[in-house]
Structures are given as C-alpha cells and as structure tokens.
C-alpha cells in the first residue's frame, strides 16, 4: 500500500521505454489473456462434448413430441450453449473463433469487424494463444470500410493503423465486383416478368427492383452462390493467404462484417481443403447466429419482415441457417464437382492444397 509508482520515463526491466509500472500492467494483461484462452480452449472441448451428448439424448426423447414448440426452444437453447463453447471471448469483437475439426489445429481464426475492439481485444490480437499475429484479411467493400472506420474505437484506431503499418493488413473484397455480382444475380433468378422487361426500354430501375427482389427471395442461398460465382479470383486469393500465413505457424484473422458470410464462404473452404466433414462444416456456420445474437439470434432471424420496394432490403439477410451454407456447398458441387475443383478455377491449385492439409494431417 505503500509503494508508489516509478517516474515518468523510468527504463523498464525489459529494457523498453515504458515505465517498469506500465510493464507490469501490460504483462500481467497479457499473460491474463493467455490464460483467459487456454481455459477457454478446455471449457470449449468440455461443453460442445456434453451439450453434443445432450443434443443426441434429447433428439432421441423429443422425436415425436406432442410440444414442438418446447423442442424448438430447447434445440435453440442447445445451438447457442455450444456455439458459445466453440468461441473466444474478446469484449468488443464478436463472433471471434478457430475454424472446425482438423481446421482448429491451425492458427487460422474468422470473426466480424474488429472496429468495436477494446485495449484488452488489440493486446489478445497481438499474440493469440501464443501465435504471432501474421495477416488480418478484411472481406469487405471499402464503402463498409469507411463506415466501420467512423464508428471505431480509439484502441482500433490504433490497431488498424499498426497493422497497416507492419503491412499486416489486406482487403479482399468479395463483393467488390458490383457489376459481376449482379450480372449473376440476373444469370440464377427467374425470368423476369413482362413489365419489366417491357419497361426496360425506357429505364433500367424496374430491371434494378427486379433483380433486387430476386435476391430477397433467393435469400443467403443465393447471395452466397452469386458471390461465389462472381468472385472466384478474390475467393481464391483470400483462401491462399489463409494458406500462406498458416503454412508460417502465424495467426492468421480473417473477417467481414458480422463474420458470417462472406467470412463463412472462405472458413467452409478451407475447412474443406483440411477434409473436415460437411456436416461439421455447417454446423460450424450455423454457430454465427447463436454468437452474434440480436436480429441474428435463431428464432428472431427467422421472423417475417414488411414487402420491400426499391433497392435491396439488407435486413432481409439475417441469421446463419444450415440451410444456406448447404446450397452453397451444393452449387459448388454441381457447378464444379467439388470444393478442391471450385478453389483451382479460382487460383489455388491441388499443390497448394495439399500443402496445408498436409500441415493438419
């Protein structure tokens, strides 16, 4: 109680310009991060391990269940205990998490936007679980950059500025290519009624609002598979440095910005590369819902909204349901035979596969 703090601009054991106080503070942070992520890690094999037991159990029971309504509750109850499990917990990133089966020996992590990040979250980034911070792979449109940007937090500020400054930093914009995105849109929706087509002639606005409610209807499936056919060479490019930074033994983070969807095509990706089963390839896209919560949450993302007119109604795109990620991987497989052969027409050879499943196998 007596002790009192060394001046300013004392030399600090480690030999760093920080006072020895503040080297203190900032050690004992971070090995309190470490060891928040080491018993997270046991906790996490511990409760998927009994709620997946108690989800087989209570299946079993509630087949044929006179309560649906109970056992849709329950079963939700159920995904978010073990979504939660699957997760790191960092204050202001959500959906922070390794990737799925032999995918989760590798220091490869997906999550939303890093904008709402706090000094404790930028500390824990900088060395995650013990692993260098190598590459942090943005997916988002610079139009969702700058807006994220304006809404950061100071210690993001200065992360974002850090990384950029180390060249750790790259953008990888899936939905960059407006003009490819739409052109697949109007390739997998149903012909077009003759209004606007007729109207066509004079305007291209029908043609837009057409196409715009294509997409509602069609929902994640199909934004998830005009992405995909519309962006092969940045899809491509974002699974190879996943690859390149893992093959060094770095941390790699990759992220959009819920850290769901475009962040859910590249993760079922390169789980695939590493082998890991389709089924716990969605169950693993499926945990996003449960761990942002809000309109994301299950149940809610589900309820029905208002018709919409005019441009897209993003608020339509909610939630993570197997069912999306399952089309996604069904028009890969029927456009390209299988993930491997999508991943070569979008610039990552066999070789290059081999060599990161070569890594977890």
Wanted: hydrophobic residues 45%; positive net charge.
């Amino acid at each position: 109680a007596t002790r009192s703090k060394p001046q300013c601009g004392q030399r600090s054991v480690c030999g760093c310009n920080r006072s020895r106080y503040r080297c203190i503070q900032v050690a004992r942070i971070q090995n309190r991060s470490r060891g928040i992520a080491f018993v997270n890690q046991i906790v996490s094999e511990k409760l998927q391990l009994c709620a997946s037991t108690a989800c087989s159990s209570l299946w079993c029971s509630l087949q044929g269940s006179r309560a649906p309504a109970l056992s849709m509750m329950i079963a939700r109850r159920l995904v978010a205990v073990v979504a939660t499990a699957a997760s790191i917990s960092l204050q202001g990133i959500k959906n922070f998490r390794r990737l799925r089966g032999a995918a989760s020996s590798l220091p490869v992590y997906r999550c939303a936007a890093l904008d709402g990040a706090t000094p404790a979250d930028v500390i824990a980034l900088a060395s995650i679980e013990g692993k260098r911070l190598g590459r942090v792979i943005d997916l988002r449109n610079d139009d969702e950059i700058g807006k994220g940007r304006a809404n950061r937090t100071a210690a993001a500020t200065d992360f974002y500025r850090s990384i950029a400054a180390e060249e750790l930093l790259i953008n990888r914009p899936l939905l960059g290519d407006i003009t490819g995105f739409w052109g697949a849109v109007a390739d997998q929706a149903p012909p077009l009624p003759i209004l606007p087509q007729i109207a066509m002639l004079w305007s291209s606005r029908p043609l837009d609002e057409a196409l715009s409610r294509a997409l509602e209807d069609g929902g994640l499936a199909m934004l998830y598979t005009c992405i995909l056919a519309s962006a092969p060479e940045e899809v491509g490019r974002a699974v190879d440095d996943v690859i390149a930074c893992a093959l060094r033994d770095e941390a790699v983070v990759f992220h959009c910005a819920k850290g769901k969807d475009r962040t859910g095509l590249v993760a079922a990706l390169v789980e695939s590369i590493c082998e890991v089963p389709r089924a716990e390839i969605v169950n693993g896209y499926a945990a996003s819902g449960a761990l942002l919560g809000g309109d994301d949450a299950p149940g809610v993302a589900d309820e029905p909204r208002p018709p919409s007119s005019g441009g897209v109604d993003w608020g339509r795109f909610r939630g993570s349901p197997a069912a999306a990620i399952e089309a996604a991987l069904d028009w890969i497989d029927k456009n390209h035979g299988s993930p491997a052969a999508y991943l070569e027409t979008c610039g990552v050879d066999a070789a290059r596969q081999k060599q990161l499943r070569d890594a977890v196998l």
